[in-house]
T-cell receptor, first 112, second 114 residues
Framework: AQSVTQPDIHITVSEGASLELRCNYS??????LFWYVQSPGQGLQLLLKYFSGDTLVQGIKGFEAEFKRSQSSFNLRKPSVHWSDAAEYFC??????????FGAGTRLTVKP | NAGVTQTPKFRVLKTGQSMTLLCAQDMNHEYMYWYRQDPGMGLRLIHY???????AKGEVPDGYNVSRLKKQNFLLGLESAAPSQTSVYFC?????????????FGPGTRLLVL
């Protein structure tokens, strides 16, 4: 069955520290892969997406993600976290917009 | 250009009451979606629409109905609300159905069913 797993429910990092959020998926062939961010009281905003090509994808707000086919992973990274990055982050996978599978989300807290 | 808007932002219902959530988009998108977001479960697709006058079931359609009478609007109805429908509801739209097309999300409607 198709599934998306975000193993970390909640992560706390200090401002200026690096960040890595994990995402693993179980799918047939390689689907589209996405990372979304949801700030409190807001809808989801697309950070980046991947389907083919370079396995390191650059997104908005200084985020990047790396696709590793052998590990069925699409982890999100940021070299230096800012307080404004505190939010909930969702990984999503799918072939079409009507069959997207979203992970349960990882809540990021940023310590001053 | 407001993007995707949702009304209301918050609503409290009693079990058995009905209500309609409104989603509007001004991007001329053909495709629109209704999701629910529950703690620990991410977003799940309720219904979607591939154009004016057409709707289809998503992953969790039971207890909901939808209508797309105008291209810019997508309505989600609860005929007889149940506590299990307490959730945050998000509407989204996209230009195309393929996964490569970005979905644009509204700010959400928080629904509490007592």
């Amino acid at each position: 069955a198709q599934s998306v797993t975000q193993p970390d429910i909640h992560i706390t990092v200090s401002e200026g520290a690096s960040l890595e959020l994990r995402c693993n998926y179980s799918y047939g062939a390689t689907p589209y892969l996405f990372w979304y961010v949801q700030s409190p009281g807001q809808g989801l905003q697309l950070l980046l997406k991947y389907f083919s090509g370079d396995t390191l994808v650059q997104g908005i707000k200084g985020f990047e993600a790396e696709f590793k086919r052998s590990q069925s992973s699409f982890n999100l990274r940021k070299p230096s976290v800012h307080w404004s990055d505190a939010a909930e982050y969702f990984c999503a996978v799918g072939y079409n917009n009507n069959d997207m599978r979203f992970g349960a989300g990882t809540r990021l807290t940023v310590k001053p | 250009n407001a993007g995707v808007t949702q009304t209301p932002k918050f609503r409290v219902l009693k079990t058995g009451q009905s209500m309609t959530l409104l989603c509007a988009q001004d991007m001329n998108h053909e495709y629109m979606y209704w999701y629910r977001q529950d703690p620990g479960m991410g977003l799940r697709l309720i219904h979607y629409s591939v154009g004016e006058g057409t709707t289809a079931k998503g992953e969790v359609p039971d207890g909901y109905n939808v209508s797309r009478l105008k291209k810019q609007n997508f309505l989600l109805g609860l005929e007889s609300a149940a506590p299990s429908q307490t959730s945050v509801y998000f509407c989204a739209s996209s230009r195309d159905l393929t996964g490569g097309e970005t979905q644009y999300f509204g700010p959400g409607t928080r629904l509490l069913v007592l």
